[in-house]
């Protein structure tokens, strides 16, 4: 999500021979191109998310014992280099955390997505009680609210995504492999009951969903692997509304089988998709399309070694970011459709890279990765800038 701090520059009109110097506005603050912060995080860190806040990031990581911790990181204005400033580690955010955690923000209101399950986990049976919680927090890392509770799990069976207008929407994953969408009109409103989006003879699975300007576009996976996609309008009150006829397919896989849900994300009028598939060595992939899901550009990110693909959008291009056998691995994807790919300095190597995602902050696009060492655990912010490029915006 894109959180624009640059104010309009309002013109002043000179009259007779008195005249202003309109003096712009200072920058909005991000990292430097030399800039790859460190950030200390809880030992033994399983999964890391963040969100691009009015001030900096946000990051959440979840332990060994399925605690949540947030680590707000501000960007000083008044360094010509933005030196990121860390704070102090919030303790147990949230708790029972399972799998992906996701994080979400309009200038300071944060929502954090927390998978869950109470009882003891099986996975040959459904536990008690499952679903994500959706924790709302102010910029401090604070409660400020009543968690809310979704269905689905985050990031494997469920999704949430909030447009231009505040409205979210969440869409999870049924036992009959339809797909479901409740909304809420704005963050911390209540959630419409779930009502069907996908029928079950789609036969649909991983459901994702992000937002286009007012709308929304959700993705699924088909029960032989095909990736499909719908762009929808969004109404609070009735629910979704789909912009066309039926869906699109995205990548018809015949001798590949996709490993794990295809991750998209919007930006300049256009969708990237990226997934990974699994015929001998890890590839992954990425199809460039416009709003209407017509194809400008499909290919591959890389050729071997890649898994587990992520993308944000910027101002200028698209970052995706992957685990390879040498640790992470980035190339940006142009609004042309195409790829450069980026070395990434601090990643690979003796540390164990655990966790990895992407979040855009000003119109620039980082990646954030989890290193695990023998004594800590670390987490670094790369804005991955293309070699002599400066970094955007």
């Known amino acids: 999500m894109k959180l624009s701090l640059v104010a309009a520059l309002l013109p002043l009109a000179a009259c007779g021979r008195t005249g202003f110097d309109v003096v712009p506005d200072a920058p909005p603050a991000v990292l430097a191109c030399a800039s790859v912060p460190q950030v200390q995080l809880p030992p ?7 969100t691009a806040t009015a001030t900096g990031y946000a990051m959440f990581a979840t332990d060994a014992n399925h605690q949540v911790s947030g680590i707000p990181v501000s960007l000083s204005d008044a360094d010509p280099s933005h030196t990121p400033i860390v704070g102090a580690t919030v303790p147990a955010v949230a708790q029972q955390a399972l799998g992906q955690i996701g994080a979400f923000a309009s200038g300071d209101d944060l929502e954090l997505a927390v998978p869950y399950h109470e009882g003891p986990f099986d996975p040959s049976a459904p536990p008690p009680a499952q679903g994500t919680r959706l924790v709302p927090l102010t910029a401090q890392l604070a409660p400020r609210g009543a968690a809310s509770v979704l269905g689905g799990w985050f990031g494997e069976r469920g999704a949430v995504a909030y447009n231009s207008h505040g409205v979210a929407v969440n869409v999870l994953e049924q036992a009959d492999h339809t797909i479901a969408a409740s909304t809420a009109a704005s963050a911390g409103a209540a959630w419409s009951a779930p009502t069907e989006l996908i029928p079950a003879t789609a036969k649909a699975d991983m459901p994702m969903i992000v937002a286009a300007d007012d709308q929304f576009l959700v993705s699924w996976l088909s029960s032989d692997g095909n990736l499909f996609a719908q762009v929808f309008d969004a109404d ?3 629910g979704l509304k789909p912009t066309s006829l039926s869906a699109t397919l995205i990548s018809q896989i015949t001798d590949k089988s996709v490993q794990a849900a295809p991750r998209v994300a919007y ?3 256009m969708f990237l998709f990226v997934w990974y598939t699994k015929p001998s060595n890890d590839v992954a992939w990425y199809s460039l399309r416009s709003k209407s899901l017509q194809v400008i550009r499909e290919d591959k990110v890389t050729l071997a070694d890649a898994n587990h693909p992520v993308v944000a959008a910027g101002d200028q291009d698209f970052l995706v970011a992957w685990s390879g056998g040498d640790g992470v691995g980035a190339a940006r994807i142009g609004f042309d459709g195409t790829a450069t790919q980026v070395k990434i300095v601090n990643a690979g190597g003796v540390p164990l890279t ?10 620039q696009p980082a990646l954030i990765w989890a290193e695990q060492t023998q004594n800590n655990t670390i987490a670094w912010i790369n804005p991955a800038c293309v070699p002599g490029a400066a970094a955007a915006p």
Request: no cysteine.
């Open 44 to 50: 033994g860190t399983q999964f890391l998310s963040a």
């Open 354 to 363: 655990t966790s990895w995602n992407v979040v855009s902050h000003n119109g």
């Open 267 to 269: 930006g300049h009028g």
């Open 236 to 238: 609070p009150v009735n």
